[in-house]
């Protein structure tokens, strides 16, 4: 099972304000415990919302939106893709992060193509497989 944990956006990184030697040292070992396992897809930080954009979908019209965006509790500063055997799995592995206090993480599953059924006939299953290879292949 695939999981993409979320990592809470903060007053320090909406204004741009990068992490300490210390805690990027020790998110460094982190990753690497968790590629070491197997458990880590992918995993980023991201710019604050200063430099981010929303595209709004309303009445069959979009509009663009530009950051900086004010619900800090609802942004995101950064993400880990991963791989467990269960949600209670990559839970264990989430309490390892070096985090302090105040910070609340969001764990989800992410959809594989069983979770579908028969929804996803053989054509769009095919599609996905193909796209999913193409995407791999870029990395």
Do not use: C
Not at 9 to 35: D, T, W
Not at 42 to 64: C, D, N, Y
């Amino acid at each position: 099972m695939r999981f993409l944990v979320l990592v809470p956006a903060s007053k320090q990184s909406e204004a741009g304000q990068l992490p300490s030697g210390e805690l990027l040292e020790k998110m460094g070992k982190y990753n690497e415990e968790l590629a070491s396992a197997g458990v880590l897809l992918a995993g980023e930080g991201l710019h604050p919302t200063s430099k981010a954009k929303r595209v709004k979908f309303a009445g069959g019209q979009t509009s663009v939106i530009d950051g900086p965006f004010t619900e800090s509790k609802e942004l995101i500063a950064g993400f880990w893709i991963m791989k467990a055997a269960s949600i209670d799995e990559a839970v264990q592995w989430v309490k390892k992060a070096p985090f302090g206090g105040g910070v609340h993480i969001e764990i989800r599953p992410i959809f594989e193509a069983e979770d579908f059924g028969a929804q996803l006939n053989p054509e769009l299953r095919a599609r996905e497989e193909r796209l999913r290879k193409e995407t791999e292949s870029r990395r």
